[in-house]
């Protein structure tokens, strides 16, 4: 038995974890669900009761539908891919590896439901979920900029902030953050990956969500890992570094 108030999160001991977990548990909409991530996961920082959740939220996962477990799911994911934890003293990969790798195939079962045929967001959520499973850094957090269809990079020659936009305002760099309202903001067209060049992780991501129904997503992954350019000094470079120098460890 898990002695909750020997644990702590966000806002103290951990003993109202075990009511929180109750509640959640009867409903994937249930209010406590906030309550929960405010407290084990809070802005990204994790605390020693947020490992112990693990089990339960495995639990849950196994125990409800495909289209009903994101919130368990999205929520163990978020707590493994952070790097923001200061009272670690253990590593969840090894101390929970059973309920690890059962997360990793029911976030599977649940990537490949028909259900998110129609919900893109979503299925961006729960890709990321798996990655944060696989141990992988950097793109198990940052891989729904593709929701925000932006990632804000530093300029590798000239430190300029650019923002890196592919979606609906197009497909170009710029160092306007209003480049959505003004039409005098710079914009430099993206440069986007030949879907047959790409390797590693982005053919991987690419060929996964096109094998799930999800074109626009892979699209989308071909300006993520092309090249941009700075829109203050015309330096090109890889879109996919810049995200990993800024918030790789």
Known sequence: MTDWSRLHHAYGTAEDIPSLLHRAGSNPQDSSWDELWSRLCHQGT???ASYAVLPALTEMARRWAPPDRQAPLCLAGSIMASTDQPY???DPQVTYASEVSELAQLTEDALRHPGLADDPTSYVYLLSTLLSF???EVWSEQLDGLNDEEYEVPCPACGSENFVAFGEHGFFS????MYMRSS???KVPLHPQAPSSLEGLAQRL???ALADGHPGIAHKLTYVFGTAQCADCDEVFSVEEAIVTRWGS
Do not use: I, K, L, P
Request: charged fraction near 30%.
């Open 206 to 208: 690419h060929a996964r």
């Open 88 to 90: 670690r003293d253990e």
């Open 184 to 186: 005098e903001a710079r």
């Open 174 to 177: 710029t160092t306007n953050s």
């Open 134 to 136: 696989q141990g992988v």
């Open 46 to 48: 994790v605390y020693s």
